[in-house]
Structure formats: C-alpha cells, structure tokens
C-alpha cells in the first residue's frame, strides 16, 4: 500500500498543486495578503455565530 | 446568593465559569467542579505529540486562575445529580468526589441554584477491544486527546524514528479506532504534523503511512463534509481532502469500524462487510466518545438517569430526539438554549450535550454495524455554548427573564478549523478552513447546506500563522489575562 500514485491506484486522481501553487503557498508576500483576508473571513463567520 | 455550579473545566465549562463569574461579580457563587488541576488547550496537543511542544505550554494551574476570578474550585468528579434534592429536603445538589491529593476520595453533596453540565467525554478506548479498557488507553497505540497521551506519543514516535535512521521501515497507522467516532479533524492534523516530523528528520522515505477513518469519504469531518469555492469550480472537500493527502503520499482507507486492535495490528470492518487487517509499527487511533456515566436520582431515590441522559451518557436538552431518516433531519432539531426539558435550571454545553442525531448520513455494514462519524462538537462551537448557557443564567438570576435569554445552536454557528505542522515562521504550513453553519440549513442554503460567502478553505502559511497566533490567544484568554474578554471564542 506504499505506493499509490500509479494509474488507477487512490493518489492517482486528486488535483495534486502545481509549481505555481506550490510557490503561493509559501510567498511571505502573498501569504501576508491571505492572512489579512482569512483573519477577515473568520471574524465575520465569528460574528454571524454570535 | 444564588449558586451556579459548574460541572467540567475545559473549553465549554471553563468559558461559561469564566464569563458567570464577571457577569455576576460577588453578588452570586460560581463554583467549578473538575477533577484535573490543570486546564489543557487541547487542540496544541498535537504539537505535544510531535515533540514540538511541552505540557507546560499547552496546560496551567486552574487553582490560581479561578482565585483570581473569584470562582470557588473544587478538584473533584461529578458522580451523579439530584435535581429534586432528598427526602426531607428539596434542595437540588450533585455528588461529588474530590480527586486531590489531600481529599481524594472524600464525597460532597454540592447544592446549586443553577447546574451547567460541561463535563465533556469519557475517552471510551474500552468500545475497540485492544484499544484500551473503559477509559484508559491500552498498550498497542497511542492517543493525543490528553497532554500526558500526547507526551507518551512524542517518545514513541521518536522511537520510531530512531529505528528508520537505522534503516527500518515503518509503518505509521493514524485516524479513528471505532465506527462511530468524531474528531477526525485531530487525526487529520497529527498526521500531517508527523509527516512533516519525518520529512524533517530525513527519513521520510521510509514510512509508509495511512489514514483509517469511519468517515464515508475523506473530508467528511463528521459534518457531512462542505463545498468550497476556489479556482472557479465549487469543490467537495472530498476532493480538497484527497488532493492534501495525495500531495504528501499519504493512504487511506475510508468507511472503516476497527474493531479490534492487537500488537501491530488493527482489525477493521468496511462499510461493505468486509473483515480486514492493518499493520503498523505506530498507530495513533482516536477514540470514540460518551458521556461520563454521571447518574441521576429523583427525590425518592428513583433512578432517574435515562430521564436526563441519553443512551450514550450525553445530556438531553431543547433538542427534537424524534427518531426519523436522514431525509427528514432539519436544521431545527438541534438545540437553541441548550436548557433541560425536564429541569428549567440545568443545562448542558459543549460536548455534553446530547445531539439530536448525526450530521454525516448514517451508514451501516450489512452486518449491522454503524459505521458513520458522530457530531463535533469541540473547540469553538463548545466556547460558544458555554457562553450562551452562562448570559441565559446571568439574566434568570438577575431577574432579566424567566427562560433562557441567549441561544448557541450549531445549525447557525459556524466553526474555523485550522490544521497545523511545523515550527518556524516560514517552513511550516497549514490547512485552514472555516464552515458556517456546522450542521447544514438546506432549506437556507438549499445547494450546499452552507453559506458559501463563510464557508472556505486554504493550505499555505498564512493559516499556519494564524494557528500560532490562535494557541497564544486563546491560552491567554482561559488564563483570564488583561482583555481577555475582547478574544473571540
């Protein structure tokens, strides 16, 4: 069960991240930007919850 | 005077003592029943887990908070409540028995105005044979629902890694250790922590690790799952799931009851009847929850408990517990104020409360076993209870109203769940995601059951900051510190 990635086996088929992606995820500039707006986007779900 | 007694310090317990104690000020008795010494931040246990952190800095001394919140403490366990008091006396109490040094073992008959039953889980490892006994974690697995579990984890994990410098392979079996479990979302994020741990380590390559979950489908999180708009497509967390364990190389095995753990080896049965075998040189198996066994008497002394309790030991409260088909559960069968039916002053938060049913469609084997993951109900959802319940108390002790006056029902609540691993600023990362509400309103949100404007989820840095940023705060919130009310739960 090491190896799943073949055809047909489970990993074969999920989306997997792109360089790009990858990248993104690790830019401290863009991640600044992400963490300004997840912060926003769970106080608001904090508020409505309230 | 009136006395508020609260049975349970942890996120639930310890948020609704905190909050009746400011609310009330001196005027009225707030009184904390628990039997640990020190308050534990349980979702950082996981990097306990890993060897990241210590007990200390997921854990402190609850005597010295409550002292200075003015909260009387009793280091004791609930053993039973009377909610109509004793003959010759109809004054309502609870038994408890001290669990300190000095007292142990000593009874007390407690009496209170108002009872907050916040007791949280009993850890039922005992439900898997091999898994534990009652409540105790056996020998052939570890666990991270406790600091000490965590701690006992990191040492045999590093074990682990030991012997793969040494050129062995392991192999690594995380996830659920009963069909009907919840906490998915701690297995989910000790796994990738560990992953990262070996990555770290350098000995990745030889670890074959896997997922064993009683979710239908990954990304079910108990919750029935949730869509996410990302990259123009609305996506099931089914396929936002699989792609994150994909990515790493982790396995799966999905719609799995274990049924039976021995030495190396976990025993399970799928959702299609089949009996099969796992092996692993580690295994970290969450174990299912029920309530703590606490009784209930009447006054003349009849049992009362099956009035209260449900079947699994969960509170019942203002919820809709009519037994009917996953088609026709609703977003209003779930409780609002979280009191009683039959005693207007006690009231349950957290995850004591008893849930009128599942989130995740029921599911069973064609052996008849239920195999389908039990309702979260921890973390902020749990806060948020706790506060209700004690604002509803506050305003009935004062006089305010004769009901309950504040309400915290999970089909309009929403949650933030954040899945961490590493350390440093930079080389750690994170899945983050938020859900509102936790159970779906298909009749508000008719497509997906949730509000897709609140309903998100990411992986990079920035979550992992913000997880850091969330275990600070929140420890300097339960510490009762300068602000402290300011901080969401």
């Known amino acids: 069960m090491k190896n799943n990635t073949k055809p047909y086996e489970q990993a074969y088929f999920p989306p997997k991240p792109n360089g790009f992606t990858k990248f993104m995820r690790t830019c401290v500039i863009w991640q600044f930007i992400r963490f300004i707006v997840i912060n926003l986007k769970m106080m608001r779900v904090i508020a409505k919850s309230h | 005077m009136a006395r508020v007694v609260v049975l349970g310090g942890g996120v639930a317990g310890h948020t609704a003592a905190s909050f009746a104690a400011k609310w009330l000020e001196n005027e009225h008795e707030v009184v904390v029943v628990t039997p640990n010494a020190r308050w534990n931040w349980i979702p950082s246990n996981i990097w306990v887990g890993v060897g990241q952190m210590s007990k200390d800095d997921v854990t402190f001394e609850l005597a010295p908070v409550y ?38 073992g000593k009874v007390e008959e407690l009496e209170y105005d108002y009872l907050i039953n916040a007791t949280g889980p009993k850890l039922n490892f005992g439900a898997t044979p091999g898994l534990g006994v009652g409540s105790q974690m056996g020998n052939h697995t570890v666990s991270v629902c406790t600091a000490d579990h965590a701690i006992h984890a990191a040492h045999e994990l590093e074990k682990s890694i030991k012997k793969m410098k040494a050129g062995q392979e392991q192999t690594f079996l995380i996830g659920t250790g009963h069909g009907m479990c919840t906490c998915q979302g701690a297995a989910f994020e000790y796994i990738f922590n560990i992953e990262h741990k070996l990555r770290s380590a350098g000995v990745r390559d030889k670890a074959n690790m896997v997922w064993i979950s009683n979710e239908q489908f990954l990304g079910d999180f108990g919750m029935g799952a949730m869509h996410i708009d990302r990259g ?40 299609e009847g089949e009996m099969k075998s796992q092996e692993f040189d580690f295994a970290m198996l969450i174990p299912p929850f029920a309530g703590v066994g606490l009784k209930a008497y009447a006054n003349d002394g009849e049992d009362i408990t099956d009035k209260i309790f449900a079947p699994n030991g969960f509170m019942k409260v203002d919820a809709d517990y009519t037994p009917k088909p996953y088609e026709e559960w609703s977003a209003d069968d779930w409780p609002s104020t979280l009191q009683n039916p039959l005693y207007s002053n006690m009231f349950a938060a957290g995850i004591a409360f008893a ?21 979260p109900r921890t973390g902020m959802p749990s806060a948020m209870m706790g506060k209700a319940v004690a604002a509803s108390i506050c305003d009935m002790i004062k006089g305010r109203s004769e009901k309950p006056t504040h309400t915290a029902k999970m089909s309009q609540m929403g949650a933030a769940c954040v899945a961490s691993t590493g350390k440093g600023i930079f080389s750690g990362t994170a899945a983050a995601m938020t859900v509102y509400p936790v159970v779906p309103d298909y009749e508000k949100y008719p497509e997906t059951g949730r509000d897709q404007n609140l309903t998100f989820g990411e992986v ?3 979550g992992h900051w913000i997880k850091h940023i969330l275990h600070y705060l929140f420890l300097w ?6 602000g402290w009310t300011l901080i969401p739960e």
Request: hydrophobic share 30%; aromatic share 6%; glycine share 8%.
């Open chain 2, 460 to 462: 990079g840095l920035a």
């Open chain 2, 67 to 104: 002292k200075k919140a003015g909260i009387t403490y009793k280091q004791a366990k609930a053993i039973s409540i009377h909610p109509e008091g004793k003959k010759g006396s109809d004054k309502n109490f609870v038994t408890i028995e001290h669990t300190s040094k000095g007292d142990m």
């Open chain 2, 232 to 271: 123009g497509y609305r996506t099931h967390s089914k396929v936002f799931t699989e792609s994150i364990f994909a990515e790493r190389g982790l396995n799966w095995i999905t719609r799995a009851h274990v049924n039976k753990v021995e030495e190396g080896v976990a025993h399970y049965e799928t959702l």
């Open chain 2, 355 to 375: 849930p009128p049913h599942l989130i995740s469609k029921p599911a069973s084997s064609p052996n008849g076993t239920p195999i389908n993951p039990t309702p």
């Open chain 2, 477 to 482: 919130k339960a510490k009762l510190r300068v």
